[in-house]
């Protein structure tokens, strides 16, 4: 159900006259990269074949909103994870084209040796709260992730094509066309560059509701040392911080919108517990929701920081050394 109201407030966003893309100078090959890795290792624990290449993109600064690219990726290929079975294939291909321009226009297409979708419900993917009935995929998903996906392409200015056949698989194809950015335009680096970020050793509690985001997270801090508790629920998180010892947790991560008990609501409860900890532990929240507004309501209910989703693995490792 929160996965619903979730991604129905993506939608409402998305279709508001006040919905704005947060355009910025990043390099293109940055973002094909931060998506592969969760990706990579969350196809793995399925025994399934992920398999990527972007030697035909040309390595180059384009202004784009990162956020809503990221997600634009993680939809796609998150959903060839949940309906590719295990043994199967997914392969990420981008390229340019014209393969020689200066300007090209950036092809994106994520194919799956899936269970595909029917001709009769190909023309309705894209509609919200549609999804073909399958046999052992009753429950999988909301039903809102190809429509969000596809007005954020629109957003974009961009297109997406699908083609499909049951029982062998699905192939989206996403087209975009990025202003070019000089390599200046970057943002310089911060000393605490992802490659120098250390949080080798730290203990941090994961608290975050849908298992393939908790999957991914858990993924990328295992993956630079540190040792990750993870909780499903904001009530869990709380229980699972009150039962250990002081001190134990170096960091808190805390996703915002979640069942039984929110972010915010678990962080109250942490900040207002008996121990010594209670008020000084760092609390990150991870949410999807980046206005301003909603991070003042994050920092009001006593966390030190927010970071936003899709996660950013260098983002996510600097913020966690910030506070630690």
Not at 38 to 55: G, H, L
Not at 195 to 205: K, Q, Y
Not at 286 to 306: F, P, Q, R, W
């Amino acid at each position: 159900m929160l996965d619903l109201i979730n991604d129905t407030l993506t939608i409402s966003k998305s279709r508001s006259e006040k919905f704005e893309l947060h355009l910025e100078p990043v390099r293109l090959r940055e973002v094909y990269d931060s998506v592969t890795t969760p990706i990579r290792d969350a196809a793995s624990r399925k025994n399934i074949e992920f398999t990527s290449d972007c030697s035909n993109s040309l390595d180059r600064v384009i202004i784009a909103d990162r956020i809503n690219l990221e997600k634009v990726f993680l939809n796609l290929l998150t959903n060839a994870v949940k309906y590719t079975p295990e043994g199967g294939s997914i392969h990420l291909d981008m390229y340019n084209e014209p393969k020689d321009s200066d300007n090209p226009d950036s092809i994106l297409v994520v194919s799956d040796s899936g269970i595909g979708i029917s001709p009769e419900f190909l023309p309705h993917i894209y509609e919200p709260f549609k999804q073909e009935k399958q046999h052992g995929y009753e429950t999988v998903g909301t039903g809102l992730g190809l429509t969000i996906v596809k007005q954020l392409i629109e957003k974009m200015g961009g297109s997406i094509d699908v083609k499909s056949e049951i029982g062998k698989g699905t192939t989206f194809t996403v087209r975009l066309h990025f202003a070019q950015a000089a390599e200046s335009e970057l943002p310089v680096k911060l000393n605490t560059e992802c490659n120098n970020v250390t949080i080798s050793h730290t203990r941090l509690l994961l608290c975050e509701d849908n298992p393939l985001n908790r999957e991914i997270a858990t993924t990328l801090l295992k993956n630079k040392g540190a040792i990750v508790d993870v909780a499903e629920n904001g009530m869990i998180g709380v229980e699972k911080f009150s039962q250990s010892n002081e001190n134990e947790y170096d960091c808190i991560l805390m996703d915002v919108r979640m069942p039984v008990m929110d972010g915010l609501k678990a962080t109250k409860t942490i900040r207002s517990l008996n121990r010594s900890d209670a008020k000084k532990v760092p609390i990150i929240a991870m949410t999807a929701d980046v206005y301003s507004d909603d991070i003042k309501k994050c920092l009001e209910a006593g966390m030190n920081n927010h970071i936003a989703k899709p996660i950013d693995s260098e983002e996510l490792y600097r913020k966690i050394s910030e506070v630690i």
